[in-house]
């Protein structure tokens, strides 16, 4: 696991306490059926479904391929989800949009009572940044707020974010290249970028070992300004309905799905999404399409 297990690891430990024995060719599913039941009790069905049991059926199948088990036992113990039921469209409308696009525009970081600003500068900047970057680029926040200095460059006049697994967590595993729109690069970016100091842009975390904690304790920071200043709209996850509103925004003009999830990280559904290549011609093509937010 690229985590070495770590998000593993108290799924186990929770599994062994309830055994009261540690091995697992004595585990049969009655067992994980009665531990997914004593989970129930304290969890959300989401909670047991996508983390406890997702995490041993994992292992479990990794045990049997590796003849470390005769048979992975966990592999049909599933724990249903109740759907969502959504309310309103996922993704920001266009005045909801321009709203956060404004507020970031002109975020300042505040003195206290005694004129100080606290604020650090980076804390700042992801205010400033990360809500254009989300919005033209529909990537996930962590995969922005993870960003360094050198994962901007400009390729034959277009500025391109690589987002990639050396700078932390990308959920499709590996790099991918996203062109920058216009306006961003307009509204100063790459002027940032060009006077940032080597490294992390949002964070400060160095060591490897920190990086995932400080991109997902910035990410949430900026969850919480959003909410704090009644830009999120109730119903709506306010850094993922970036991602809902480009592929919204790329259909309606006729963008394929298949560029827009090279874009965006998707993973393709069928075979066939798997043979020829999104270029990084082809997906600046498309961000092109793509209108500048009126911020006036």
Not at 58 to 80: K, M, Y
Not at 190 to 207: E, K, M, R, S
Request: charged share 30%.
């Amino acid at each position: 696991m690229r985590d070495g297990g770590k998000r593993a690891r108290p799924v186990i430990e929770s599994l062994r306490k309830f055994l009261k024995h540690d091995d697992a060719q004595r585990v049969t599913k009655k067992d994980l059926i009665a531990w997914r039941e004593s989970l129930m009790k304290n969890k959300s069905a989401k909670t047991v479904s996508d983390i406890y049991l997702s995490a041993v059926r994992s292992l479990f199948s990794w045990a049997a391929e590796n003849d470390r088990l005769p048979e992975n036992v966990a592999a049909t113990v599933r724990q249903p989800k109740s759907k969502k039921v959504y309310g309103r469209e996922r993704g920001y409308t266009n005045a909801e949009a321009v709203q956060i696009l404004k507020a970031s525009r002109s975020y300042q970081p505040k003195a206290d009572e005694f004129g100080y600003v606290r604020e650090k500068e980076k804390a700042a900047n992801l205010k400033r940044w990360v809500p254009i970057l989300c919005a033209f680029t529909g990537a996930r926040v962590s995969e922005i707020t993870q960003l360094r200095k050198e994962d901007i460059r400009e390729v034959d006049g277009y500025f391109v974010a690589r987002i990639t697994p050396d700078a932390g967590t990308v959920k499709a595993g590996g790099y991918r290249d996203v062109p920058l729109h216009s306006q961003i690069v307009q509204e100063g970016f790459a002027q940032f970028v060009q006077d940032a100091a080597p490294g992390p842009l949002f964070h400060n975390a160095t060591d490897p070992e920190n990086v995932n904690r400080a991109v997902t304790t910035v990410s949430n920071k900026l969850s919480a300004w959003l909410r704090l200043n009644k830009l999120t709209p109730a119903g709506l996850q306010p850094n993922h309905a970036w991602r809902h509103r480009l592929k919204t925004q790329c259909r309606e003009l006729g963008i394929s799905d298949r560029i827009v999830d090279a874009i965006q990280g998707h993973v393709g559904k069928t075979a066939a999404d798997n043979y020829g290549d999104v270029t990084l011609k082809t997906k600046i093509d498309a961000v092109a399409q793509l209108p500048a937010y009126n911020l006036n």
